[in-house]
């Protein structure tokens, strides 16, 4: 499943520590931090694939003949909304968004561990922050 066709995904975990002296920390002294436990199709991260021996004819072919997969040069590739063909970049894509962070910072939370869910938004561009519940400290 790509994020173009995700609409919710299982839950992560938001932890939120007070960290005053951490460079990511925000004004308050929290720092963010996202936490995942599996990555599934919904959160696995893929990148435009950038190798010189790629064939986006072979690619095109095999996307018209049903396989949404194909392997071409050793690798599987999947057609990501505004990446197109892409292969996968190992873990989980949700702590490499830059806006999540923001997001975070607006739901205004103590320190804990928050269990959520994401949205993508925007044809994937961006994904938002559903909170599930709020997990043991």
Same mark, same amino acid.
């Given at each position: 499943m790509t994020?173009?066709?995700?609409?919710?995904?299982?839950?992560?975990? @938001?932890?939120?520590t007070?960290?005053? &002296? =951490?460079?990511?920390? &925000?004004?308050s +002294? =929290? !720092?963010?931090? /996202?936490?995942c436990?599996?990555?599934t199709?919904?959160c696995?991260?893929?990148?435009?694939? @950038?190798? %010189?021996?790629?064939?986006p004819e072979?690619?095109?072919?095999?996307?018209?003949?049903?396989?949404e997969?194909p392997v071409?040069h +050793?690798? /599987?590739? !999947?057609?990501?909304?505004?990446?197109g063909?892409s292969?996968e970049?190992?873990g989980?894509?949700?702590p490499?968004? &830059?806006s999540?962070?923001d997001e975070?910072r607006? @739901?205004?939370l103590a320190? +804990?561990?928050y269990?959520?869910?994401?949205?993508?938004?925007d044809?994937?561009e961006?994904? %938002?922050?559903d909170l599930?519940?709020?997990?043991?400290?």
């Amino acid at each position: 499943m790509t994020p173009d066709e995700a609409t919710y995904a299982p839950a992560h975990t @938001l932890v939120v520590t007070h960290e005053p &002296d =951490h460079p990511r920390a &925000d004004n308050s +002294g =929290h !720092r963010y931090e /996202i936490v995942c436990e599996e990555v599934t199709d919904w959160c696995r991260a893929w990148q435009e694939c @950038l190798e %010189s021996q790629c064939d986006p004819e072979a690619l095109e072919k095999a996307e018209e003949d049903g396989d949404e997969e194909p392997v071409v040069h +050793g690798v /599987i590739h !999947r057609y990501v909304g505004n990446y197109g063909w892409s292969t996968e970049v190992p873990g989980c894509v949700l702590p490499m968004y &830059d806006s999540w962070r923001d997001e975070a910072r607006d @739901l205004r939370l103590a320190p +804990g561990e928050y269990r959520f869910t994401h949205r993508w938004e925007d044809g994937g561009e961006w994904f %938002s922050i559903d909170l599930v519940e709020e997990a043991a400290r």
